[in-house]
């Protein structure tokens, strides 16, 4: 199987690229802008053809949520416009569409974990944007949408990063504890969609919108005093409201998501948040 992943520079793509010495028997393409432009029809066209594609894991995205309120365009662009590009070929060439979005299509007003069907109400313009995504990817036959959260690994900048750089730094910190979510190990992500691809492989795709993130709930507050914990580090985490801590994009305060479509119709197993980050911490430190 010939795999095209876009934005493989990315958090997500990188460990893709990290896993992907465990299936020799599928033709990896990592690209990012620089080797393929995705808000290029005609581009998108020719890699296409010229490789053969069968299956595109779409990582790419325009993630900086508060530049994106000033920016639109681009953020329109990259997480929608593109996606209708990738969508339409996906469709001509007869291949799967595995495409990445995100809690933020949520205004976060909910108080139990958002399930696939729940009503979308985004906030934001990075939301606007991933939602319409969402929707230009389902257009194509073989589509699957995966909504996650609160993305980290040892790759790139991410919160799990920060904050260690910060811990050494400082003896105080302020972080938002009215901010209920799930952070989400990206290889923990990548091994779940190359469960799917798999699947996929048997002729059993299952197609629509699915959510994955780690399992348990935390605040931003919790999960910054774990990593403190887990670190060895003796920085103390204060706990402030989101008032006090202004974005020029709103934020959902819960984006709890409900993994049961995803583990009961691709049977995957999901890790515990605090066990993940563990793991993470390992890579990152070389414990």
């Known amino acids: 199987m010939n ?37 290029n029809a005609d581009a998108v066209n020719v890699f296409f053809e010229t490789n053969g594609i069968q299956t595109v894991i779409n990582c790419a995205a325009y993630t900086a949520v508060d530049k994106a309120e000033s920016d639109e365009a681009s953020a329109i662009l990259i997480n929608a416009t593109a996606v209708g590009y990738l969508a339409k070929t996906c469709n001509k060439s007869d291949a799967t569409l595995i495409h990445i979005s995100t809690d933020y299509v949520y205004d976060g007003h909910a108080c139990k974990p958002y399930s696939e069907d729940d009503p979308t109400a985004h906030a934001s313009v990075y939301g606007r ?24 690994s040892s790759f790139g900048n991410n919160f799990v990063k920060t904050m260690l750089r910060l811990g050494k730094e400082r003896e ?10 799930t952070p989400t190990y990206a290889a923990d992500l990548a091994q779940a969609i190359m469960e799917i691809i798999k699947t996929a492989e048997k002729n059993d795709l299952k197609t ?19 990593i403190m914990q887990q670190a ?11 008032k006090d ?20 119709e691709y049977g995957i197993e999901i890790p515990h948040w605090r066990d993940s980050l563990k793991k993470c911490l390992m890579e990152i430190l070389k414990i």
């Open 172 to 181: 105080t910190l302020n972080v938002v504890y009215d901010q209920a979510g």
């Open 3 to 39: 795999i095209l992943v876009t934005g493989a520079n990315g958090q997500l793509g990188n460990e893709l690229r990290k896993l992907s010495s465990n299936f020799p028997d599928y033709r990896f393409f990592f690209t990012d802008v620089a080797d393929l432009d995705i808000t």
């Open 129 to 152: 944007s991933k939602l319409a995504g969402e929707e230009a990817a389902l257009t194509t036959h073989k589509s699957v949408v995966i909504r996650t959260s609160w993305l980290y």
């Open 208 to 226: 629509g919108i699915f959510h994955y993130s780690d399992e348990g709930i935390c605040s931003w507050y919790d999960f910054a005093h774990e």
């Open 232 to 242: 060895g580090l003796k920085c103390v985490i204060m706990p402030i409201e989101t």
């Open 245 to 264: 801590y202004p974005a020029p994009a709103p934020r959902p305060h819960y984006s709890v998501l409900n993994k049961a479509r995803i583990k009961a």
